[in-house]
């Protein structure tokens, strides 16, 4: 039972930190660039993609038996599809506006590796119960890092965050940072500052082996 | 064979599956998405025509407008073009007698933040507020405009402010010679 637990705890935590779609895998990069110019559309993004990635899983993992290996990688995409386009309408019905900031890559969630890889590695070999936490853990991972990424950028090339402003009226906006040339700066600072720290962490490991 | 078979059956019964489920959302939610587009046009229309009531489409990017006793008060163009680096789409306000801009709003555009985008904001659509209907309007740099078919373009961004000024140009006066 206890292990159990552990087992769930990890399938969760993983998609936060060890294999962070965004900053570990590297993965659904396209809509992490283009739409985190600020906090709530990439929070929306992120929400988006963890429902349909959520979904995606658990009925990848019921129906696991029933698919012929041969047409598996369709039929997956078929259940994505069919996920993302009701998340689209839904959103295009109840909040237009972000909607509207989304654009197309609402509709290209569907193409986005994080959900088909989940599918392929993890859903369609793990019991439903295992892959929805997978997908949450990795819908929080991706959400938490798109929100972060829209909130450094919306306050270095607007001064707010969410909308609000934090920094007064001294602050001369970067407007590179909410172009597209400030997602890349920005992902890339990221990435390479949270590689530092793993590294600094791991230090000690290889000397006990040597 | 018999895999083949399998195959062809899973994934018909999916696609029929996945069709269903997307014709049952698709009719619960066109209504509401109808609704907003709707709510979006009313909105803007009210934004550059005053006193409008009511409106009724009477060309394909022609609305024409009334007051609350059904008396015509002007007409709200749509109008779009290439900016900078995308479509600018806009509505523009004509009064009943056609001589006169009440007013434009742009509904979309995507040029460059802090620069070109300035032309979404009140201090740049204000100025078409007035202007005449009887010519091509045009931009001045760098000073104020003089006549009623002038205004001034946003500094640093005067080829968004040029992209505004044409489609303007273009809609209203095409419109106006159907007329």
Do not use: H
């Amino acid at each position: 039972m206890a292990e159990n637990k552990v087992t769930l705890w990890y399938d969760f935590a993983k998609g936060l930190w060890d294999e962070s779609p965004t900053f570990r895998q590297l993965l659904g990069m396209c809509p992490t660039l283009a739409v985190t110019n600020i906090a709530i559309n990439g929070l929306a993004m992120g929400l988006a993609t963890s429902f349909v990635l959520i979904c995606s899983s658990v009925v990848v993992s019921m129906v696991r038996s029933l698919v012929p290996a041969g047409v598996r990688i369709p039929v997956y995409v078929v259940i994505i599809a069919t996920f993302v386009t009701l998340a689209d309408m839904f959103m295009a019905g109840n909040f237009p506006v972000i909607s509207k900031a989304l654009g197309p890559y609402v509709p290209l969630i569907v193409v986005n590796c994080i959900i088909l890889g989940r599918a392929e590695a993890f859903a369609s070999r793990n019991n439903v119960g295992r892959s929805f936490i997978d997908a949450l853990g990795m819908g929080v991972g991706f959400s938490l890092a798109l929100t972060v990424l829209g909130s450094v950028r919306e306050l270095l090339g607007n001064g707010s965050v969410f909308g609000a402003r934090i920094l007064g009226s001294w602050f001369e906006p970067w407007v590179i940072m909410i172009l597209p040339g400030g997602a890349f700066i920005t992902l890339g600072l990221m990435i390479g500052g949270i590689n530092m720290l793993r590294n600094r962490k791991k230090k000690p490991a290889p000397a006990c082996e040597v | 064979m018999k895999e083949s078979v399998r195959m062809i059956v899973v994934l018909t019964l999916v696609g029929l599956l996945s069709g269903g489920v997307l014709v049952y959302a698709n009719n619960l939610t066109a209504p509401k998405i109808a609704q907003v587009r709707e709510q979006n046009l009313k909105a803007a229309i009210y934004q550059v025509l005053p006193d409008v009531d009511s409106f009724k489409q009477s060309g394909e990017n022609v609305y024409e407008c009334f007051d609350k006793d059904g008396n015509l008060t002007g007409y709200a163009l749509q109008a779009a073009g290439t900016g900078y680096q995308g479509t600018i789409k806009m509505i523009v306000g004509v009064d009943a007698s056609r001589q006169k801009m009440t007013g434009i709003l742009v509904l979309e555009q995507v040029e460059t933040p802090g620069m070109g985008a300035k032309i979404a904001a009140p201090e740049f659509m204000d100025q078409f507020k007035g202007l005449t209907t009887s010519r091509n309007i045009e931009y001045v740099k760098n000073q104020k405009p003089e006549t009623d078919y002038q205004i001034q373009a946003i500094t640093g961004a005067t080829v968004s402010s040029r992209s505004v000024v044409n489609i303007i140009n273009n809609e209203v006066q095409g419109w106006l010679k159907t007329k």
